[in-house]
């Protein structure tokens, strides 16, 4: 199977400020960056893991989707901050009906905005996307060159080819275009050719798997940011990782451009101690803007920092 797109509109470039997690974060030593503005832009972030962790255990299709989601619904990953490191997240963006899931994902990556501000990329939008898929779930993604014109370090190219990765092999999974068994790799050309130098720090070409340690430890799957909703009961979901098997949860109302906290609580994880799990919890909310926060406070002793915290807010009407 083959499809391509063609350039749609031009991504804005954003900021940031500060899904399920599967390993540890400990130890990677990675370092936070967001992307700066202008063709001078760069970015500080270490240089690439050397060695790619089993993605065998995250396949996409082990992650809940969004309840909101319909065939018209495009999984993609985006880099956000997270503790002083830049980790992935998954958003469900609008997108064709028919056509390409795989393509029409890549290029919603280059070409969109996340909802969520608190994430980003580094892709420019592509002309160009077609992809097809061989036995083994090996997805090959052609793109065009004009998506690599960033200039950012080694260490965020690699984040930004990851991103691709895990964005194609969701897409797949969510689209039931791949197969049980093997776990999804992806096989990236440029313009058609093997062998491009991505970002001008990663040789493209062969498989690649999801490095699992970029996962982000803590994910707010439902609500996505910037939803509206009519119902005074709000449902939050998600996936976590604990030591105690057990996340804090804040509902900040939105009052001007202050926060005035709401209400709080803790959500257990259905797993056990360290192991990753899913939550959810429903609150009563009276009509207004609210910012739901979901975070590891076991382990934010010093000034009561918020480990791992993922953030959206919500519209009540």
């Given at each position: ?237 998600g996936s976590g990782l604990a030591e105690n098997s057990v996340l804090s949860w804040r509902i900040d109302e939105v009052v001007g451009d202050q926060l005035e906290t709401y209400r709080s609580g803790t959500v257990g994880l259905d797993s056990g101690p360290g192991s990753p799990g899913l939550f959810e919890f429903t ?34 009407q």
């Amino acid at each position: 199977m083959e499809w391509s797109l063609q350039r749609g509109t031009r991504r804005r470039w954003g900021r940031t400020l500060a899904v399920t997690a599967f390993l540890s974060l400990a130890g990677l030593g990675l370092v936070g960056c967001t992307p700066l503005d202008g063709d001078g832009g760069a970015t500080s972030l270490p240089e690439q893991p050397s060695i790619l962790t089993d993605p065998s255990s995250v396949a996409d299709s082990a992650v809940p989707p969004a309840t909101t989601t319909g065939s018209n619904q495009l999984p993609v990953y985006w880099l956000g901050e997270n503790n002083g490191s830049s980790l992935l997240y998954r958003e469900f963006l609008k997108g064709e009906k028919g056509g390409d899931p795989i393509a029409a994902a890549v290029k919603a990556m280059t070409t969109n905005e996340a909802l969520d501000p608190d994430y980003f990329g580094s892709w420019s939008p592509a002309d160009t996307v077609s992809t097809s898929i061989s036995p083994g779930n090996i997805i090959t993604v052609d793109i065009s060159a004009d998506a690599f014109s960033a200039k950012i370090d080694e260490g965020s190219a690699y984040r930004a080819v990851q991103q691709l990765v895990y964005t194609a092999t969701a897409a797949a999974a969510n689209a039931g275009l791949v197969s049980g068994g093997d776990p999804s790799s992806v096989v990236v050309l440029v313009d058609g050719v093997a062998g491009f130098n991505a970002f001008g720090h990663i040789e493209l070409g062969s498989q690649l798997q999801r490095d699992t340690r970029l996962m982000a430890p803590i994910w707010i799957i439902e609500p996505q940011h910037g939803e509206t909703t009519d119902q005074s009961t709000l449902s939050v979901s998600g996936s976590g990782l604990a030591e105690n098997s057990v996340l804090s949860w804040r509902i900040d109302e939105v009052v001007g451009d202050q926060l005035e906290t709401y209400r709080s609580g803790t959500v257990g994880l259905d797993s056990g101690p360290g192991s990753p799990g899913l939550f959810e919890f429903t609150i009563a909310l009276l009509p207004g803007e609210y910012e739901v926060s979901v975070f590891d406070a076991a382990q934010g002793t010093q000034d009561g920092q918020e480990i791992g915290a993922d953030t959206k807010r919500v519209v009540i009407q």
